[in-house]
């Protein structure tokens, strides 16, 4: 079983959906865990933080639940631009982090 | 500009060559760390260092040799061991210290390494 297990997609959604991606961890001393963005051949960019309390940057909504082991994203109002392929990374210790094999998101006109 | 800078961009490797993949950053972060990732995979870490003169083997380090002689710079060697090594290559740094929700990974651009 791999350390961070991301829902595989690709989702492909019309302009203005609501879409949810799912991370499942199997380490229960984590730490730290975070939601990245990709671009096409481009480098993982950080899209944000995730606290167990739940936080929200625009139309995004990062939530974690650490009985369950498991982090969600939430993109409410999907644009065009949030075509990407979305990372779930865990922080094992401080300095190591594993990441998820990502979950590709396409928006269509 | 704070960053992190790989070179060169695109790299092709012959049969039995070594090649060495250049990462510099100027955020002042005491970790940097090396990873490979494949078409539609995630990332694997192969190396990673904490301190100047220190640095641990990650998941993959067969076949790859780094150091850590500089806080800035953190190269990596790509060996003619390591068979498959087409691949694209992303150089991290971070800060560790303090919070550890403070602790985010800033990435270079990525070096591409195919093989002729």
């Known amino acids: 079983r791999k350390e961070v297990e991301q829902d595989p997609g690709p989702f492909n959604v019309p302009e203005g959906a609501t879409v949810a991606f799912n991370c499942t961890y199997s380490?229960?001393?984590?730490?730290?865990f975070f939601w990245y963005r990709q671009d096409c051949r481009k480098e993982p960019k950080l899209l944000m933080s995730?606290?167990?309390s739940g936080n929200e940057d625009g139309r995004f909504t990062a939530q974690l639940n650490r009985a369950s082991q498991y982090i969600s994203l939430l993109i409410r109002d999907s644009k065009l631009s949030d075509s990407a392929t979305y990372l779930c990374v865990v922080n094992i210790f401080a300095g190591k982090s594993t990441f998820g094999d990502g979950t590709t998101l396409t928006v269509k006109p | 500009d704070g960053g992190i800078t790989q070179s060169p961009k695109y790299l092709f490797r012959k049969e039995g060559q070594n090649v060495t993949l250049s990462c510099e950053q100027n955020l002042n972060h005491d970790a940097m760390y090396w990873y490979r990732q494949d078409p539609g995979q995630g990332l694997r870490l192969i190396y990673y260092?904490?301190?100047?003169?220190?640095?641990q083997k990650g998941d993959i380090a067969e076949g790859y040799s780094v150091s850590r002689e500089k806080k800035e710079s953190f190269p990596l060697t790509v060996t003619s061991a390591q068979k498959n090594p087409t691949a694209f290559y992303l150089c991290a740094s971070s800060n560790p210290s303090g919070q550890l929700a403070k602790n985010i990974q800033y990435f270079g651009a990525g070096t591409r390494l195919s093989v002729l």
């Open positions: 380490n229960s001393a984590s730490q730290s």
């Open positions: 260092s904490q301190i100047v003169n220190d640095f």
């Open positions: 995730v606290y167990s």
